[in-house]
């Protein structure tokens, strides 16, 4: 069995027309580990992103973007992949109706059941270049280091034998041994996602674009919610379901439960990091660091105060909640799920219609889709030209799905109609993400 991005695709994609899939990711790297640790509970942390983007006509019409990290402790015991998901976004110029719900299950389902060996199998380990491991001999004195670099190209020309090639080397790092890929009941997967509404996040000026539907925060955290479990809920993507938590910061537990999917018991209010056994720790050691994530924030904020290794799990929460960003007024909503991947090897069609590139080039395919104005009519035929200029060539998918067979399809998962709750909206005014992505060195720089 396998998850295959091209079928799954085809299914929800309207009848007879042809799409194109820009099925982006980066090569692992080793990165820091997102969850602060005591030193002694060494961990080697590797990071990843994917970005996938629906096209139709070479127009960008969806984009989600998301990050993949892989922790491994120094004994080897298990695996935790924790897929963030960090933006999601349409750009308006579709004129197919389209379900977008439904494509982006498609994205997180491939995402989430992609085996975590293939992500190692393609890693970026950097080359060490030692250019004077094979100079034996050097003639004195030079007057520059260029006269010394030019003279030992010219007698390497020579074929002079003291005067050898650089010695490249791949640099040694930790790599998880062969039986911990195999054993894949040592590998936990958590989704996670923050549900914010925003004009745009990722396709600039799209919001001016007629054709873009923009959910509210409520209808946002919603159709997040029935996505995760329509995808997740069906044991095609999770072998086996360990937790399902949803909370919305400074909502009360009723108004938090109705928005969880009817007919499903599994969900619960909460948080995927918090159990018993760690309601007493500090809360910097469970809780991860992402880019763009309130809960980031937040723990910078109490490296600030010099309270970063004081405050517990429980209180981290109700601290969170009573923060200026969730108070105004909006719904923020936190989902996370954990479980076993069925962690599905790639085909030998490469039906995944992966494109893999190292971070650098993987920013630069990725600035030519977020550096264009979308209420521009023309302006996206820049992404073709760039993807031209680099031989990218996208693949298509022909949709099958008659759209007037949706609503019935879909009527076994609802959730309830939520009346709008009753914050009051004290401020507008619009936070600047602060990106945190090292809280270790802000311990450390804040202790010295
Ligand atoms: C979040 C987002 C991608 C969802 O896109 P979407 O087009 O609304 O998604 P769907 O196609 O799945 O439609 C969702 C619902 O809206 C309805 N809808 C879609 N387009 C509509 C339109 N133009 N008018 C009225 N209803 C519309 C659909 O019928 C569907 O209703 P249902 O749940 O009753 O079936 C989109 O709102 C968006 O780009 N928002 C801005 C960026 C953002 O906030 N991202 C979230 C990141 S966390």
Request: charge should be positive.
């Amino acid at each position: 069995m396998t998850f295959s991005l091209e079928n799954e695709l085809e299914v929800v994609l309207p009848k007879g027309v042809s799409y194109q899939v820009l099925n982006l990711q980066s090569r692992l790297k080793e990165s820091k580990c997102i969850i602060h640790h005591h030193k002694a509970d060494h961990m080697h942390s590797y990071k990843s992103v994917h970005f996938i983007v629906l096209l139709h006509e070479n127009k960008p019409l969806l984009a989600l973007e998301a990050y993949v990290y892989l922790d491994v402790p120094n004994d080897q015991s298990q695996i935790l992949r924790t897929v963030y998901i960090s933006k999601a976004d349409t750009s308006g110029l579709q004129n197919q109706k389209l379900s977008v719900g439904r494509i982006v299950q498609c994205f997180l389902g491939w995402i989430c059941s992609k085996s975590i060996t293939s992500y190692f199998e393609s890693m970026d380990i950097p080359l060490i270049i030692d250019r004077h491991a094979n100079i034996r001999k050097e003639h004195s004195p030079f007057i520059s280091e260029t006269d010394r670099r030019l003279h030992i190209l010219i007698e390497r020309s020579k074929g002079e034998k003291n005067y050898g090639m650089p010695k490249i080397t791949r640099k040694a790092g930790f790599y998880p041994n062969e039986d911990l890929f195999t054993d894949i009941s040592k590998h936990t997967t958590r989704l996670i996602l923050f549900t914010r509404s925003e004009k745009q996040y990722l396709f600039p000026n799209s919001s001016k674009n007629q054709g873009k539907h923009i959910l509210t925060d409520s209808q946002l955290l919603k159709w997040w919610m029935k996505n995760v479990e329509q995808i997740m809920g069906n044991n095609k993507v999770f072998a086996r379901m360990g937790k399902k938590r949803i909370n919305v910061l400074n909502a009360d537990k009723f108004e938090v439960s109705r928005y969880i999917p009817s007919g499903s018991k599994e969900w619960k209010i909460g948080d995927i990091y918090t159990d018993k056994s760690n309601l007493h720790d500090a809360a910097v050691y469970h809780i991860p660091l992402l880019p763009d994530d309130p809960k980031g924030r937040f723990l910078e904020h109490l490296v600030v105060e010099n309270r970063i290794k004081k405050v517990r799990m429980k209180q981290f929460w109700t601290e969170l909640s009573v923060r200026q960003e969730f108070r105004l007024g909006i719904t923020v909503g936190l989902i996370g799920i954990e479980g076993e991947s069925r962690e599905y090897s790639m085909d030998n069609n490469n039906d995944d219609m992966l494109i893999l590139f190292k971070r650098s080039e993987f920013n630069k395919i990725k600035e030519l889709f977020v550096d264009i104005d979308y209420s521009d009519p023309v302006d996206y035929l820049r992404i073709k030209e760039g993807l031209k200029e680099r031989k990218i060539i996208l693949p298509v998918v022909i949709g099958q799905f008659d759209f007037t067979t949706l609503r019935q399809k879909e009527k076994s998962i609802h959730v309830q109609t939520l009346t709008p709750h009753t914050l009051t909206v004290r401020n507008k005014r619009r936070i600047n993400p602060v990106v945190v992505n090292d809280i270790g060195s802000l311990v450390k720089r804040k202790r010295s």
